[in-house]
């Protein structure tokens, strides 16, 4: 079943399945994946409906980068299935899969002009699948045009820079009308102007043309400005799938408290629903919690400075450094000079003072592990 | 006035602020003109002793337009069963992880080391009428040794080396991504070598091409052994250089010997002008 989303853009935009059915929704089902017996994926599902855009999102060894290419086909799952719309896809071949896959280091073929680079896919085709000479090179066009690249048809791949080259190579995917979109970290090796640059544009190119798409990153900025939702992806294992607003309001474990966006994090403990660090409740109550050993989370710039303490997180500053429209403040808390980040307006001054106390606005628990 | 006026139209190429181009460029034209230069301008003024008419007739003679076919005949085509077969080792040696691996790779440098008049002399065995090899061809009446055929065999031999060693590193460069790319784009396996890879290689193959020929040309040792040497018909042109310099008749010798120079230097040349060609549209 298809979900038709409606993207109004300057483009002129329909619906997604109306463009020829290029849209299409995946579903990993319970996909394992080992290398030499080393598991890279566990039991990993994922829906992604037709039209959007998912970023996979992780430190490196996370396997998103394997799940990518097991959509593609460019792995066999070890376990598990894969299926575009209602169709099983993890038996075809990459050939067979038509998808659309864009590398980070762009791999267009060096001794091909652009022209030829994005319509090889069309001319590899067999029969009367095959579209006319005339017409490839039409397409082509109609791909550069949209890649915003018209009038470098007949430009060698060395002589473009990593931007254009990389916009050759989704124009590339593009022709073959894939079912899904598949992107590898494809501004990884942009520098950080063009990535920004790209990323909107990228943003633009989905709307107008409504592919089902999902790229890799590592970088949480990109994944959380770019994408319809995030899958948060740690150790081989899915951590959290939601819009840029779950993942970050609401955290679903410690890792994703950790790993996207800044965190400071305290080992504190449960009893009868007050929270205690060391011998003192810092005046935060969790009346659901088990009592326990327990870690608080919270977000460095979302805290509540006091000025008496009795009922808050007290430390000395240990050290102190301007970032930016903030000043970051890091501080020793109790005998076991535990280390927390919080943000402080550049001008107040608790940042001068030997001694801060402070309480969370909106934090989180997770049971001691 | 400290700078050179802009449009001086040939210039040295600015050299970079390390010291030691005029030194390193002095040396190498001084070496090369010791080396090569020298030597093959002395070819040149002795056969110019000749006067042309007796340079035409040597030339023209038969017996040495028969030398050089079969010189640039056979190494040609050793050359071309070479870039065949030796793309296909060094394809097997990249992609490939096999136990022994290593020894064929080291296998593969055995003609450069052996004295070549070891290797004409064991191939020659071989391919005799009574030899292993040639003792099974004989009833089908295939005749290697004492023919042509035995003179490309050797310089098969001699030649397969310089073209696995030019292919193979090309071939461990390209980037496994680039024929991912092609499959994901539709492309089937026959496609990809025929469209992606072999492209990517030509270079690397014309180059391994032009020096297992330019070897071919000039082999001697391993050939004289295998080819039998009757003159017409398996007489290679450096063995009629040297029966002329066994006859004292230095002139012919040498002339001979610039007729080689100049054909080597022509297929040299259209050689380059293939690289310069592919180089540039290939980046």
New interface residues.
Partial sequence: MHVAQKWDTGFGITTCIDKKGVCMEVRVANVRKEFDRFPALHDVSLDIKSGELIALLGPSGSGKTTLLRLI???ERPTRGKIFFGDEDASQKS??E?????V?Q?Y?????MTVADNIG??LK??HGPSRPPVQEIRRRASELLDLVQLSGLEKR????LSGGQRQRV?LA??M??EPKVLLLDEPFGALDAQVRRELRRWLREIHDATGHTTVFVTHDQEEALELADRVVVMSQGRIEQVGTADDIYDTPNSPFVYGFIGESSSLPVKVENGEIWLADRPIGLSAPHEPSGDATLFFRPHDVELLDGCSGCIAGTVAASRRVAGTRRVELEIGGERQRVEIELPVDHPAAQKSRVAFRPGRWKLFPAA | MTTAPAQAGWRFRQPSVIPGFGLTLGFSLAYLTLIILIPLSGLLWRSAALGWPEFWAIATDRRTINALEISFGTAFIAAAVNVVFGTLVAWVLVRYRFPGRRIVDAMVDLPFALPTAVAGIALTTLYAPNGWIGKLLMPLGIKVAYTPLGIVIALIFIGLPFVVRTVQPIMEEIDKEVEEAAATLGANRFQIITRILFPGLAPAIVTGFALAFARGVGEYGSVIFIAGNLPYKSEIAPLLIVIRLEEYNYPAATAIAAIMLALSFVMLLVVNLVQTWSRKRYG
């Fill in positions: 593609a086909g460019l990459i050939q899969r038509n998808v659309g896959f590398f280091h791999a267009l073929f060096r001794h090889f896919g590899v085709r060698y791949p060395a002589q190579a590339r995917a022709a073959i």
